[in-house]
Structures are given as C-alpha cells and as structure tokens.
C-alpha cells in the first residue's frame, strides 16, 4: 500500500472516539469532537474545539478554537490560538475569549489573559494582557503587559511593571 487516504474522519487505537467531521485521533481511550481536530498520539487525551490539536501524552485537553497542546500531563489550552507546549497541570487561557495565551512547561502554571506568557516554572500565573513570567516559583504578572523575570513570589501588579527576580518582590 503505497498510500492511506481518509476522509471525513480516522481512529486508530483502542477505546478513541471521533464525533466530528475531518479529524483524526491515534492512541488509548483519546476523543475528537471538534470539527477538523485531531489528536495524535497519548492516553485519554481530548480535544473538543474546532482545528484544535493534542499532539501526545496524558489527560489533556485542547479546548480553544485553533488551540494546541504538545505533550505533557493534564494540561489544557482553552483560549483560541492558545498553547500548552508540555509540562503538568499547566492551562492556557481559561475561557475560550482568551486570544493566543501560551504555557510553554514547567507544572501548575496559568496563562489566563490574552497575549499572556509563562515560560516555565512552577506555580506562575500571568492575568494581564500581554503579561508575561518567564519562570521561578509562585510568580504573578498581573498588570497590562507586566514582567516577571524569576524568583519566588514576586508580582508585578501594576500596568507596565517589571520585577527582574528576587524573593516576594
């Protein structure tokens, strides 16, 4: 067989499931109910939104029209053109009105305004618009277009505020 062509929709592997028009879903107990979504490899991996995709690993989800999730364990990205790239626990955007907000890893870390960024870390949570952390532990960039650089506990509350680091600056 020199080629597989597929139309409408595809599952391969045990207990997928595919409700929706033009997707795609490989793997263990994963679901496409999004039009033209797919999931591509992992266990019990979900994707619910339209030309919405979870590439691979555990439990997550992709939620947000257009939104990705790379791999990872229980992560979502519920904002249209969001992203969760990997990590734990880990959610871009928290309503499907959220534009583009992007988790690249680390575990428990939120992205929850549009145009807001986590880089890493654990426990960091970005709520202003284009806000960004780019890592550390408890870190909160809550003002528009805030920037936390690191450390532990620091936030940056006030519109265009910056803390480079430190501990609970």
Not at 10 to 27: L, W, Y
Not at 55 to 79: C, R
Not at 155 to 169: I, K, L, R, W
Request: with cysteine; glycine share 20%; net charge neutral.
């Amino acid at each position: 067989l020199d080629e597989l062509r597929v139309y409408d929709r595809a599952r391969i592997g045990p207990n997928c499931q595919n409700t929706a028009n033009q997707s795609f879903v490989v793997g263990d107990g994963c679901v496409a109910s999004g039009n033209r979504a797919s999931v591509t490899g992992g266990w019990q991996n979900r994707v619910t939104a339209s030309d919405a995709s979870v590439a691979g690993g555990a439990f997550n989800l992709g939620a947000g029209l257009y939104s990705f999730v790379g791999s990872g364990y229980a992560d979502t990205a519920s904002g249209r053109y969001g992203g969760a790239l990997s990590g734990y626990g880990n959610v871009a955007g928290d309503a499907s009105t959220d534009s583009a907000p992007v988790v690249a890893g680390g575990s428990h870390n939120r992205a929850l305004a549009n145009y807001a960024t986590v880089g890493g870390g654990l426990q960091n949570l970005a709520t202003g618009r284009a806000a960004s952390v780019v890592g550390g532990h408890a870190n909160n960039a809550a003002g528009l277009r805030g920037f936390v650089g690191g450390g532990y506990g620091c936030s940056a509350a006030g519109d265009y505020s910056a803390v480079v680091g430190g501990y609970a600056d």
